[in-house]
């Protein structure tokens, strides 16, 4: 509620763009991206969490209220730690590397058998050994350009292109569980419509359908955790606008039948 940014509206790509998310997204010789959703906005979320329950937690110690002013920009400063600590102790501002990364050599996504992709990264000299026997490509552990992950990452591209020419010709699920299995760090990249069939989604019950008066039978997504005791569900479809008008006005704010139909007829419900 205070600084110069204090009258800033709260929009989760222009907030992500000054926390400096924007700046570390894309290729190197490119431009800056944008990121995918109000991620920022999941990000103040969880700290507001954590600000209300110490709050109440205040509150039953000591009967005393608090206000409490949580700044989505300021939240989101969190998730770049690594490149404010450099820049803090070694002046280095740190720049868009597209995929890559400063440890793990592959790091990226590659193409699959039908439009698809697998993401695969290797952190260390025993699981890049391993990749190359679970890929059966043994002959790219005698080549000195990918002898250590140094040399691997100074010759990223062209590396890159070789697991690609490995990947095209499969599938994505396929090479996902064959690295898994040899200890690789491999995952489809999902699609949309993947996550409507996803086996795991499935089994965990995150989608529930349910019958609605307008869409039909419409998938319904659950929480992301799972209680022992109070384990829920969705419990119904949504809404339709103004369906619950007559329970939330009459029934909770205790409008009388007369003030409730005086405000329909007035529009105020409209």
Not at 245 to 263: C, I, P, T, V
Request: aromatic share 10%.
């Amino acid at each position: 509620q205070t600084g110069p940014h204090a009258t800033h509206p709260g929009f989760g790509s222009q907030l992500s763009s000054l926390s400096g998310f924007c700046h570390l997204i894309g290729d190197r010789e490119g431009p800056p991206h944008m990121l995918y959703g109000p991620y920022i906005d999941f990000i103040a979320v969880a700290y507001g969490g954590v600000a209300v329950l110490a709050a109440l937690d205040r509150r039953r110690r000591n009967g005393e209220g608090c206000f409490i002013d949580l700044s989505q920009y300021e939240a989101g400063l969190q998730f770049i730690g690594g490149g404010l600590l450099d820049y803090s102790a070694n002046g280095a501002i740190a720049g868009r590397e597209g995929n890559r990364d400063p440890v793990a050599a592959p790091h990226g996504c590659f193409p699959c058998l039908d439009n698809q992709w697998c993401a695969i990264s290797c952190w260390s000299g025993e699981e890049w050994e391993r990749f190359c026997r679970a890929a059966g490509q043994e002959d790219w552990m005698s080549e000195a350009r990918f002898a250590t992950a140094a040399e691997r990452r100074e010759h990223e591209d062209a590396l890159n292109r070789l697991i690609g020419a490995w990947t095209a010709g499969l599938a994505s699920d396929w090479i996902m569980e064959r690295l898994q299995r040899h200890g690789v760090h491999a995952a489809k990249v999902n699609t949309m419509r993947d996550l409507f069939s996803d086996p795991q989604v499935a089994f965990r019950e995150v989608w529930q359908e349910r019958e609605h008066s307008e869409m039909g039978r419409h998938h319904y997504r659950m929480v992301s955790y799972q209680l022992s005791e109070t384990p829920g569900s969705v419990r119904g479809a949504a809404p339709c606008l103004g369906e619950h008008n007559e329970a939330a006005f009459l029934g909770w704010l205790k409008l009388s039948e007369e003030e409730y139909r005086d405000f329909e007829k007035q529009g105020a419900f409209g």
